[in-house]
């Protein structure tokens, strides 16, 4: 074996470019899973309700205090290539179900500690793979048989199920002691969109100042107010059914010499030209208050001719409208964003029930309401420091997603480490069924899963072996929903406690995490090509 590897290493100098870094086989292995067990160290006293939060500041001197997994981890800036992959599997949980970020990079993590002595020992990574991939298989069938549905028939006993879905997101972000105030918020506002229920259609707006329970939902679009002219407090600000016209044209005067370049020789051709200028644009004014809308808006600036001429005829405008607000404006009030005003029909203009300009805060903002083509709301969200608006905000997107996923999947199970436990003993009378190795790496699985209820217990302070070994006691006798009950420093039935969590959250978890682990563990070498610049050191003088 020595003999092999010093062949390819002698092969791989005269292949590969000198400077190349090289190394392989079992310590390669091993140093992946140290790697990547740093990364889980980072993460790990975020997890449940007690969990703590993470101040990072980047390279720009941006400061972000979070919990959230996928957020901490994507702020890390890692560098190793293999611990890059408990970055990756965090965003795809992130982006899939919206929580369990920190869940799914915990399992990852401790399915790779337990895989380790084996790996050290001599036993092929193949089977430890082969092995890992029969009990997730294993797990998520017994999670399917596990999860309770909720009838859809009644919309009470539906919203009482998302809600509470919502408040066990929430339990373990900063805003934890409002769950029950933006829980209620958050349902409404999912319940706000059609049957495709498309995120981009909630849009969430931040307002620093107030108190976090002066946030608000607004059943429709609204966005700050723009940069505006002289004339625009003339203007009306509340409207009933208004026709709304939605531009990508600048409607003001630019100086001569910006666009054009030409040679007169009298002052009565320069007036031509400025007459000319002056005669496009009341043109283009008068054919959009002949169209009858009330509203206009445009990506464009507004100048100041143009808002004194909407305000003597009592039609309100706003310019500089970002393109993601006037988008959701034309999806949800009807419409087309027009580049030309020539030509303008009915069925290019939006409607809604009402429009009007209210203050929050110190800012302004537009609303459109009763928005007829496409349901949408808004989330105004209020609080002291921008920091703590910044994590409300993800934390509600957390929790959005989690409402999102639990209507189209009417399947829960319950949280607070309960359904990990109930896996951990199925995993375990599975395991003895099986003979070979596979029996004490299907075991070593099974002890992994427990690391969920471990950590929840050491991130609140509690005698974890003491919690753990009345957990397995409980669920030995049948009594399969108990977990962590946080507030008794007991353990409880989470089901009874509504402590609910969709059951695709965990699938997603148990999957995700087991590939990212197969990925670490069959990779058995590196190459690292040196950097373009490389150059190999030089002989000292006089060699």
Known sequence: KQWYQRRVAITAGILLKEGTDTSQ???????????????????????GPRGMDKLIVDSKDKVTISNDGATILSLLDIVHPAAKTLVDIARSQDAEVGDGTTTVTLLAGEFMKQAKPYIEDGINSQVIMRSFRKATAHAIKMIKELEV??????????????????????CSKLIAYNKDFFSDMVVDAVMCLDHLLPLNMIGIKKVTGGSIT????????????????????????????????????????????????????????????????????????????????????????????????????????????TQEDLNRTVKACGGTILTTVNDIKPCDMGQCDNFEEVQIGNERFNMFKGCPKAKTCTLILRGGAEQFIDETERSLHDAIMIVRRALKNDAVVAGGGAIEMELSKELRNYAKTIHGKEQILITA???ALEVIPRQLCDNAGFDATTILNKLRQKHAQGQKWMGMDISSEDIADNFEACVWEPSIVKRNALTAACEACCTILSIDETIKNPNSNYKPPKPMPGM
Do not use: H
């Open 445 to 447: 699985y099974a002890k």
């Open 25 to 47: 086989g079992k310590a390669q292995i091993v140093s992946n899973i140290n790697a990547c067990q740093m990364v889980v160290e980072a993460i790990r006293t975020t997890l």
């Open 149 to 170: 549905k909720v009838k859809k028939d009644d919309p009470e006993e539906q919203r009482q199920l998302l809600k509470k879905c919502a408040a066990t997101s929430m």
């Open 214 to 321: 002066d946030s608000q939902l607004v059943k429709g679009v609204a966005f700050k107010k723009t940069f505006s002219y002289a004339g625009f407090e003339m203007q009306p600000k509340t409207y009933d059914k208004p026709g709304i016209l939605c531009l990508n044209i600048e409607l003001e005067l630019k100086s001569e010499r910006d666009n054009a370049e030409c040679r007169i020789d009298n002052v009565e051709e320069y007036q031509k030209i400025v007459d000319a200028e002056w005669s496009i644009l009341y043109d283009k004014l008068d054919k959009m208050v002949q169209s009858g809308a009330k509203i206009i808006l445009s990506k464009l600036p507004i100048g100041d001719v143009a808002t004194q001429y909407f305000a003597d005829r009592d039609v309100f405008c706003a310019g500089r409208v």
